[in-house]
């Protein structure tokens, strides 16, 4: 089990990156919903400077969406560019002074900063990336030119410079050390993707067949065998809108409650991951704040919670 130390909460209040506004309130919703005394009843201290946990951006204030038009092939990619450069900032300057980088989303292309700024320490970093979609798109495959769908592409090395370049040109990750856990909704471009850049994919076809503790103990040995550092990029649309209805992107028939918590669970006992970050909370689409206190009872899970 990993030793508890001091963890780094980093707002990351932004959703151009998705066709729904209102994942940028996300990080409040969090906070709202008891994350910190969650964490410090879990025994973590957290980093309290700058105090409260700013934004990662600069002005400390959300960026919501100023519409452009719907036929660019990215979308917002200025805007996302500049995001992620701040953010991976953040990121980067977290993880070299040893804290636990805590991401809170936000959409999902926050991702490209995350990843961008933990490459900085980690050169060999493993990857569980936990959602119902592969966003390994391009602008060249994605349906919408939405960024969220190109985040983990983008981390690859694949896509526009833009997005690729952020601190350093080309990959953050290595397909041999990434792994996509839940997939259920993949654009025809992401299925050549996942056989072309070599990654791996465990579907929602895959869970039901070999079950939640096989697909885990698979995924950790592929993303801790060579590595220096183990990311967790988790998706909250990757658990089925029965449970977590508050996402712009729900897909029917994802992670069970019980099935989202045992995988974090196993993380925990396998003592592997040294960041995280979690996105896709939208809290204007929630149901009585309850997919907010499920990402915070996930978190939870990540760091250290047990039933017993």
């Known amino acids: 089990m990993p030793v508890k130390k001091t963890v780094e909460l980093i707002r990351a209040p932004f959703d151009l990156g998705a066709s729904r506004r209102g994942a940028a309130r996300g990080p409040d919703a969090l906070l709202a919903a008891g994350l910190e005394d969650r964490l410090r009843g879990l025994g973590w201290t957290l980093f309290e400077e700058p105090a409260g946990g700013e934004d990662a951006t ?21 805007e996302t560019a500049a995001f992620a450069a701040a953010l991976a900032a953040r990121v980067s300057a977290a993880a070299r002074s040893s804290r636990f980088p805590l991401v809170l989303g936000g959409d999902h292309s926050v991702a490209i900063g995350t990843l961008a ?27 919408s030119g939405n960024i969220h769908g190109m985040a983990l592409a983008a981390s690859l090395g694949h896509g526009h410079p833009l997005l690729t370049g952020i601190r350093t040109a080309g990959a953050k990750l290595r397909p041999e050390h990434t792994v996509i856990v839940g997939a259920r909704s993949l654009d025809p471009g992401e299925r050549a993707a996942i056989r072309s850049f070599g990654v791996g994919c465990y579907t929602m076809h895959d869970i039901d067949r070999l079950g ?28 089925d809108p029965v449970a977590a209805p508050g996402t712009g992107t729900p897909v029917p028939g994802g992670l069970s409650y019980r099935e989202a918590h045992l995988a974090l669970e196993l993380l925990f006992e396998a003592g592997i991951v040294t960041s995280a970050e979690f996105v896709e909370l939208n809290p204007g689409l929630d149901t009585d704040g309850r997919t907010a206190e499920l990402a915070v009872g996930l978190i939870g899970s990540l760091l250290g919670q047990q039933i017993l």
Do not use: C, Q
């Open 212 to 239: 939640m503790p096989r697909v885990m103990e698979e995924a950790i040995r592929r993303v801790s065998s060579g590595t220096d550092g183990v990311h967790l990029s988790f998706d909250i649309d990757s658990v």
């Open 117 to 143: 700024g933990l490459a900085d320490v980690y050169k060999r970093l493993g990857v569980i990336w936990i959602d119902a979609h592969g966003d390994l798109n391009t602008e060249a495959t994605s349906p």
């Open 58 to 78: 600069s002005g400390g204030k959300p960026v919501f969406s100023r519409e452009t038009s719907a036929d660019r092939a990215i979308k917002h990619l200025p």
